[in-house]
């Protein structure tokens, strides 16, 4: 009985300690310029992947064969990493500080993407990720906790948005962002792996309704429909992506 209370005593010094280390994280989060954070199960998602499959299997990836090649460990954080256990999604805000749609009244001018203006978002996130990995393997051992973990930044086959969702930073609207009510879609997305057992933030909620204005707005008609893609359509794919005319 004693080896049993001391066993209890002891999850429940390494739930607080985690809980602590959670909040704290978030902090120093925050401190290193990302504007969200939450904190969701490293599990893999059934319903992601199907509709993963889906897309594929439809032909909107276009030349992308990597996302075809890698589908198996794209559906879901402990396909990619077994070991994991946590997954710490962040966002980075990039909103301007004008309505980039006011340039759509002056047809002879040329119009960048907001997400183009600045910095190369992969070296900023990545930087700060880096940083917050830094801190949070240190911070672990001073509390005994051993933390192993991988950060990414639309460097591997990682589904972010979903991840986004699954920790309550907003949800992925009909245009497949997230959206977060807060930062609207504005956020650069990137995640930590860790094996710390973190307590998981609830899921946000689907909040589009009937509204279908990111689809209307799209000035290639990329959408075939709510929540479906076709890349071949897209600007980003055809300046970026496709190497032919």
Not at 176 to 199: C, Q
Not at 200 to 215: E, I, T, V, W
Request: net charge neutral; with cysteine.
């Amino acid at each position: 009985m004693t080896a049993h209370f001391a066993v209890e005593a002891d999850r429940g010094n390494r739930k607080r300690a985690l809980a602590e280390l959670k909040a704290r994280l978030a902090e120093e989060a925050r401190a290193l310029g990302f504007a969200a954070v939450g904190f969701a199960p490293a599990t893999d998602d059934p319903l992601r992947a199907e509709r993963l499959r889906e897309w594929l299997a439809a032909g909107y990836h276009g030349e992308m064969a990597w996302m075809e090649v890698r589908a198996a460990v794209r559906q879901g954080p402990q396909s990619l990493w077994p070991e994991a256990q946590s997954v710490i999604a962040l966002g980075m805000s990039y909103a301007p500080g004008h309505d980039p749609l006011t340039l759509a009244e002056h047809r002879d001018r040329a119009r960048i993407s907001v997400y183009a203006q600045g910095r190369d978002y992969h070296d900023v996130v990545k930087k700060a990720l880096k940083a917050l990995a830094r801190w949070l393997v240190a911070e672990a051992d001073k509390l005994g906790l051993a933390a192993e973990l991988k950060v990414f930044v639309d460097t591997a086959p990682v589904m972010e948005k979903p991840l986004g969702e699954a920790a309550g930073m907003g949800w992925q609207g009909k245009h497949t962002n997230l959206v977060s009510r807060e930062h609207g879609s504005w956020l650069f997305l990137g995640a930590i792996y860790t094996t710390l057992p973190f307590e998981p933030d609830a899921a946000h909620a689907a909040r589009c309704g009937s509204c279908s204005a990111c689809l209307e707005a799209c000035p290639t008609d990329a959408f075939v429909g709510p929540f479906k893609l076709d890349a071949r359509r897209g600007i980003s794919y055809l300046t970026i992506v496709h190497k032919g005319p």
